[in-house]
């Protein structure tokens, strides 16, 4: 593929060498001349003096005194995603079941299904088109995955659970284990029977190791193009809005409810029955109470979390103590 291929297929302009055959995508440091990155922000443009790649992807305003190659865009850094995936197209699976694998005969496999060694289907299970399930996963009687689907090795999908088209899950996640939930009577815990199941929309991704509970009653959902990091824990009967983002090592208790597009960094605790509205920002490491409510579009830091600017006054603050306590001891 040559840099005015790649142009056309992203819809830009070319400055430079249209030719130029391009044989992979790398970082600035690392690129080479045969090779194509991306230039976004000041810190990227003095690195990209450096650089040895071969074309980059710029934005309208870059400076480029040099005459190198370059492809223009409005966003560097999403374009570039786009002609990585070019390069790095997901692998073909040959659809079919390994002999290893164990799928109940009342299973619902759809056109192009690939299952891996060792893999387990239970009863009534129904598995889209094309979709992939990967060695030693397990699926259990009347889950639901729908088309397109990758799942790495080692996922598993507890009974009853529902899965949108196209999702992946990466190896070691589990979705619809029981929550966490007891009660409390004559000194001792007893269990509250989980009885939910989880639902989980289109396009969505979940990383290593992270866990969603089924609903102690009805479900816990999760909404289209949600993106869940690693080690990332969804309570029983949580609501997860649209197109939300959540970092690794955050927690949700049982009942939370996060609005379409919130952003919420890694190891955040959030505590029972709390609501995060639309589009608000929940900075890492940052503590939400039980039941407490941040407002849409509000960013948000520290434990107990607050408003950013206040959160940032306050900060400001504490660091001025040890001046404040030597002039109070002068005195």
């Known amino acids: 593929m040559n840099v005015g291929e790649i142009a056309r297929w992203l819809g830009a302009a070319v400055e430079g060498d249209p030719t130029l055959e391009i044989t992979g995508v790398q970082s600035l440091e690392e690129a080479g001349p045969s090779e194509v990155s991306f230039v976004e922000g000041r810190a990227a443009e003095k690195r990209a ?3 040895r790649a071969g074309c980059l992807l710029v934005g ?3 400076p480029n005194p040099g005459g190198r190659t370059v492809i223009r865009v409005p966003a560097p850094r999403n374009s570039f995603a786009r002609v990585v995936a070019q390069f790095h197209p997901r692998p073909a699976v040959a659809p079919g079941v ?5 799928v109940a005969s009342s299973v619902q496999l759809g056109e192009g299904v690939s299952v891996g060694p060792l893999a387990v289907i239970g009863e009534n299970a129904t598995i889209g088109p094309r979709t992939v399930i990967g060695p030693g996963s397990i699926i259990g009687d009347g889950a ?3 088309a397109d689907a990758l799942l790495h090795a080692g996922v598993r999908l507890y009974p009853g659970v529902r899965l949108g088209d196209r999702a992946v899950l990466h190896s070691g996640c589990v979705l619809g284990a029981d929550g966490f939930g007891f009660i409390f009577e004559n000194g001792r815990y007893e269990k509250f029977p989980q009885v939910g199941t989880v639902e989980i929309g289109d396009d969505v991704e979940i990383g290593a190791n992270t ?3 089924r609903g102690a009653l009805g479900s ?3 909404g289209d193009g949600v993106k869940l990091d690693n080690m990332v824990h969804i309570g029983h009967n949580c609501k997860i809005g649209r197109h939300v983002v959540i970092a690794a090592q955050t927690g949700l208790s049982g009942g939370v409810e996060v609005g379409d597009y919130a952003v919420i960094g890694g190891q955040v605790g959030i505590g029972d029955k709390a609501r995060i509205e639309s589009r608000a920002v929940l900075g890492s490491g940052c503590g939400i109470l039980t039941s407490k409510i941040v407002r849409a579009g509000e960013p948000v830091w520290g434990t107990p979390a607050r408003p950013l ?3 940032l006054k306050r900060l400001a603050l504490f660091d001025r103590l040890p001046e404040l ?7």
């Open 49 to 51: 003096e450096v650089s």
């Open 60 to 62: 309208t305003a870059f």
């Open 98 to 102: 390994d002999p290893s694998a164990r």
């Open 144 to 146: 639901s995955i729908g």
């Open 211 to 213: 866990c969603i509970d």
């Open 220 to 222: 816990t959902r999760i």
């Open 309 to 311: 600017k206040q959160y």
């Open 325 to 331: 306590f030597e002039r109070l001891h002068k005195s």
